[in-house]
């Protein structure tokens, strides 16, 4: 984000409020702009939750785990939900029914494994990913898309089962830019959620920011 992109949102709407959320280095001169402009809230641990926070070591969470957690919790208030994104990593998010955010787990994601794959092998190609409806691969090309495809959903599945165990009834939620193309492999009752992240950035914001 950059303030030429931050001016044009301003001219077009009239914004009061904002939450700033980032794993990584931001534009400190935009950030600087939007300070002074909104009343801004930069997103950490730290702010105001409307969850109860158990994880044991909250200064290393990610904010796009903790705004996954809180939004779960928001789309299902009152429930055991299991969030999974499949994005960069394959992360999972558990919050109870009680609103105890536990933690959860992070693996590697789609194209983490393809490009390992090609990566670590001598021979094996750089398979890309795409929707496919077969078990058995019959080239070396399908092989690898059957095997991290399959084996993902299969992966989420037995997530999922391992949760039920402790955790039932249990909500699973499911988002993130691959998870289209996975959400057909995975046989357990899923729900599809546009953007968890951006609706738990939303009540975290309420929750820390004032008109004033």
Request: with cysteine.
């Amino acid at each position: 984000m950059t303030i030429p992109f931050f001016e044009h949102l301003f001219e077009e709407y009239e914004i009061r409020r904002a939450i700033v959320s980032s794993v990584g280095k931001g534009d400190e001169d935009a950030l600087a702009w939007l300070d002074a402009h909104t009343h801004l809230v930069q997103f950490s641990h730290q702010c105001k939750l409307p969850i109860t926070m158990k994880y044991a070591t909250p200064e290393t969470l990610g904010t796009d785990r903790l705004a996954n957690a809180v939004g779960a919790n928001a789309l299902c208030p009152g429930e055991n939900v299991l969030s999974i994104m499949a994005g960069t990593c394959l992360v999972a998010d558990f919050v109870n029914a009680d609103g105890e955010y536990l933690g959860g787990s992070i693996a590697p994601g789609m194209r983490m494994r393809f490009q390992a794959l090609s990566q670590f092998t001598a021979k094996l190609p750089l398979v890309e990913p795409e929707k496919i409806n077969f078990l058995i691969g019959d080239t070396t090309q399908n092989s690898i898309l059957s095997g991290v495809m399959n084996g993902m959903a299969a992966e989420i599945d037995g997530l999922i089962d391992q949760y039920s165990l402790t955790f039932s009834p249990l909500k699973v939620l499911f988002s993130g830019g691959d998870s289209s193309l996975l959400q057909n492999f995975i046989k357990k009752r899923i729900f599809a959620a546009q953007n968890p992240i951006l609706f738990g950035l939303l009540k975290i914001l309420k929750l820390n920011a004032s008109e004033n």
